[in-house]
């Protein structure tokens, strides 16, 4: 719904991401606005090749880096990621907005709180891949 009021051509929803239906999706639209949650396989996937592939291409990437406990990853991704784009990192704001919406006034603290929970065990950052 979203989609159709901002007038967006054509968004694809894929259950999961792998190199060929990536490539695939990149065959019919070269300059694609692309958002990834995968929990992890950002850092299998995104090897310089398949990022190549991409180059044309913004990437929003949700950074799962630590859960694996190992900061390497990160900095190993942005790397192969500097050589064909800009690399801009998102923190999580670490301030709810629970007290800005009205519609939620009359919720008590612990609802409001809920309302904006995600149930991460920790505060995510997102990496947004820009072309050069």
Same mark, same amino acid.
């Given at each position: 719904?979203?989609?159709? &009021?901002?007038?967006?051509?054509?968004? /694809?929803?894929? +259950?999961?991401?792998?190199? /060929?239906?990536?490539?695939? @999706?990149?065959? %019919?639209?070269?300059?694609?606005?692309?958002?990834?949650?995968i929990e992890g396989f950002e850092f299998e996937l995104f090897t310089y090749?398949?990022?190549?592939? =991409?180059? =044309?291409? /913004?990437?929003?990437?949700?950074?799962?880096? /630590?859960?694996?406990?190992?900061? !390497?990853?990160?900095?190993?991704?942005? +790397?192969?990621?500097? *050589?064909? !784009? +800009?690399?801009?990192?998102?923190?999580?704001?670490?301030?709810?907005? @629970?007290? *800005? !919406?009205?519609? $939620?006034?009359? !919720? %008590?603290?612990?609802?409001?709180?809920?309302?904006? &929970?995600?149930?991460?065990?920790?505060?995510?950052?997102?990496? $947004?891949? &820009?072309?050069?």
């Amino acid at each position: 719904m979203n989609a159709l &009021s901002n007038e967006l051509m054509n968004v /694809t929803i894929k +259950e999961s991401v792998n190199e /060929t239906n990536l490539v695939s @999706i990149l065959e %019919s639209n070269p300059r694609s606005l692309i958002l990834y949650d995968i929990e992890g396989f950002e850092f299998e996937l995104f090897t310089y090749e398949v990022l190549e592939k =991409c180059k =044309c291409c /913004t990437l929003i990437i949700e950074l799962h880096d /630590t859960f694996e406990k190992n900061l !390497f990853l990160r900095q190993s991704l942005f +790397e192969r990621a500097s *050589k064909l !784009f +800009e690399v801009n990192i998102i923190n999580q704001p670490p301030d709810l907005p @629970i007290n *800005k !919406f009205d519609i $939620i006034r009359d !919720f %008590s603290d612990d609802e409001r709180l809920l309302a904006f &929970s995600e149930g991460r065990p920790h505060l995510m950052d997102w990496v $947004i891949l &820009s072309p050069k």
